[in-house]
């Protein structure tokens, strides 16, 4: 049941949603920027020849990543929110609410990391809100 669904709930539990969405922002972000202080303190990625531009690149990515997935996540919690009351906010309900969410935000903006990058994001969200409330 987990997979696709989740437990019912009275009315939208918009703390933690909230809560959860807020996490879900601040966690890929806060990842990026430890790991870039890392590679900019052993100047991993600093030569175009070294192989680890492209890392490097991510993980710059995921530092600035709050200013993308903010954008998403206003379209994302409303319909999250839904999909808890209803009981339809699953690990691939989740999943398939990220990447069509990563599909508006990259038509908008012409940026197809969105896609996979919203996927990702919900499904930490949904784990957050697993740690938050019963969802099993």
């Known amino acids: 049941m987990a997979l696709i669904r989740s437990p019912r709930a009275d009315e939208i539990p918009w703390r933690d949603t909230l809560m959860a969405g807020l996490g879900a922002v601040l966690i890929p ?3 990026g920027g430890i790991a870039f202080g890392v590679t900019e303190g052993l100047g991993f990625g600093r030569n175009a020849g070294d192989g680890a531009v492209a890392f490097r690149a991510g ?3 995921l530092a600035i990543s709050p200013l993308l997935s903010s954008a998403g996540m206003i379209l994302a919690l409303p319909m999250a929110g839904i ?16 990447l069509i969410v990563g599909a ?3 038509a908008a903006v012409h940026y197809p990391v969105a896609v996979p990058f919203g996927a990702g994001v919900m499904l930490i969200m949904r784990a957050l809100l697993g740690r938050l409330r019963d969802m099993e």
């Open 29 to 31: 972000a806060v990842a």
């Open 83 to 98: 999909m808890l009351r209803e009981g339809w906010f699953g690990w691939v309900s989740a999943a398939l609410l990220g």
């Open 59 to 61: 993980v710059l990515l």
């Open 104 to 106: 508006a935000v990259d």
